[in-house]
């Protein structure tokens, strides 16, 4: 007994569905991520240390370079900081306490000059 052949349109239909099923599961799936990753993930606002730009006055913040929970990594940030902006103000901060400082200290005038 012959069996009967097996057309193109026979052969790729199983295939068509497959496809079809696949592409509506990854649409669905990359229309939840979004939401999903934002739930997980919280923007943070407050870190341990801060590298900020400060105008050339010194006295008004321009820019907040950078928020950083490690020391040694703030540290190398400043350090970048510095290097792409020479000659600019900029600050390391843990808290109110500076703990690197580019702008120009002010000294005192001596209140007795020697000459």
């Not at 950083?68 to 843990?94: C, K, S």
């Amino acid at each position: 007994m012959l069996r009967p052949r097996k057309t193109k349109t026979d052969f790729f239909a199983p295939m068509e569905d497959d496809i079809k099923q696949f592409w509506v599961a990854l649409s669905g799936v990359s229309s939840a991520a979004p939401r999903v990753i934002a739930k997980r993930m919280a923007t943070r606002r407050s870190f341990a240390h801060r590298i900020d730009l400060w105008d050339s006055t010194g006295e008004k913040m321009v820019e907040h370079v950078a928020g950083v929970e490690d020391f040694e990594l703030a540290m190398g940030t400043f350090r970048a900081a510095w290097e792409r902006w020479p000659g600019a103000n900029i600050t390391l901060q843990a808290g109110a306490k500076v703990i690197e400082d580019t702008r120009q200290v002010q000294t005192e005038t001596p209140k007795y000059p020697l000459a």
